[in-house]
């Protein structure tokens, strides 16, 4: 019975809906935070260029502090070797000009050190040594422009940080090439993405775990009558035509016992409503033994109950006499008192050829059971 119920408990649209909701919140988490990271990784990169350039002025400043009574001349030759050596990471160098934009230091293009640089243009035509020199002017700050990376032959899109030395009259810069920027922070992102992708696929599983299992115990307690512990009448409208398709599919025959309890009246009457309730709850734990794996059994409503039997009509009539034989042997414990009951049966099948609807059977075997009750009660009739 539980894996027939299972079989067609209406979890799995839940569970794709919980899914589809929590991986959409993810992702769109996820797509803000890769987009927040990429630029501040961006910033990042600026930032560490401006960093370098403005740590190389400081070793600059120290330097002529340390050297004050050193020859001029002497101090700043040993500052130009320092930095045409001084490298940071990612290959980054620095270079030196003068106010008037003679090149004084470049360690990777010496050709034009001691030459004005001021007509040099990038290839779009950008004169970027004088925007450099305005910019030092003012304080400092980024620069844009195309240039060769060092050994190639492609222009390639570069930013560049520049700071006056004012005391001798120099401009420092120093910059990175913008895809060198985009792959380094690419990088980054990817690797962070593949994170937090491992982190989204591993939530999304345990959400579904924990989903299904709560959704599953939430629909059952939908779908079970409290009292007799049995399928209750709304869970029958719900799976009638899945239970006929599957009959259909499986060329089997389906059979249904619509059955009361005799007199029930006369119990409550006697004993009150409470003693009733006992005897509707254990009559239930009879009820739900003798269902098999694949059958349903439900409370209809009152004292009825449906029983719907994976068999033909012989089978099922077998089977009903044995419920009705066991559940009069059965004694029903008041707690005031112990008493017998017994239940009229009928019974109605759908061969595997036939069409008829869960509802239809319902109705056949109700008949048949009233059939039983106007035969004196306690016994089985099936629908002809």
């Known amino acids: 019975m539980l894996s027939f119920q299972t079989k067609y408990s209406d979890t799995l649209p839940a569970l794709v809906a919980i899914s589809i909701t929590g991986l959409t919140s993810m992702v769109c988490v996820i797509a803000l935070a890769v987009y927040q990271l990429d630029s501040l990784l961006k910033k990042e990169r600026y930032a560490t260029v401006k960093s370098q350039v403005m740590t190389a002025k400081q070793l600059v400043h120290i330097t002529m502090q340390h050297s004050l009574h050193s020859d001029p001349a002497d101090i700043k030759s040993e500052v130009l070797n320092m930095l045409d050596k ?28 001691g030459s004005s640089t001021l007509d040099l243009q990038d290839i779009d035509g950008k004169l970027f040594v004088h925007d450099m020199l305005v910019t030092a002017e003012s304080g400092g ?23 006056p030395i004012d005391e001798w009259g ?39 775990l924990v989903s299904r299992k709560f959704i599953n115990r939430f ?22 035509a899945k239970v006929m398709a599957n009959a259909q599919t499986n060329n089997r ?5 619509f059955f009361d309890i005799d007199l029930f009246k006369s119990i409550n009457d006697k004993y009150g409503h409470h003693a009733g309730d006992l005897v509707l709850s254990q009559l239930g734990s009879i009820v739900k033994e003798f269902t098999r794996m694949n059958d349903l059994s439900f409370r209809y409503g009152g004292e009825e109950f449906v029983l719907i039997y994976e068999g033909d009509v012989h089978e099922a009539e077998r089977f009903a006499n044995d419920l009705r034989q066991y559940i009069e ?5 008041l707690g005031i008192a112990q008493i017998q009951l017994t239940v009229s049966i009928g019974v109605a099948t759908n061969q595997s050829h036939e069409t008829h609807s869960i509802k239809d059977l319902i109705f056949r075997a109700d008949a048949a059971m009233y059939q039983a009750k106007a035969a004196g009660r306690n016994c089985i009739r099936v629908y002809s």
């Open 86 to 113: 001084l490298r940071y990471p990612d290959d980054g160098y620095f270079w030196i000009l003068d106010k008037q934009g003679i090149m004084l230091m470049h360690p990777f293009s010496k050709g034009i050190v």
């Open 170 to 208: 120099w401009v420092l810069g120093s910059g990175s090439y913008i895809d060198d920027l985009q792959s380094a922070t690419e990088s980054e992102v990817y690797r962070n993405s593949a994170v937090s992708l491992m982190l989204l696929a591993i939530n999304v599983l345990v959400l579904l």
């Open 329 to 333: 042997k059965s004694a029903f414990d």
């Open 253 to 257: 025959s389906i059979s249904l016992l």
């Open 219 to 240: 629909h059952f307690c939908a779908i079970k009558d409290e009292l007799s512990g049995l399928l209750n009448r709304r869970y029958l409208n719900e799976i009638s």
């Open 141 to 163: 700050g980024f620069v844009t422009y195309s240039w060769l990376k060092p050994g190639g032959k492609t222009h390639f899109s570069k930013i560049a940080y520049v700071t």
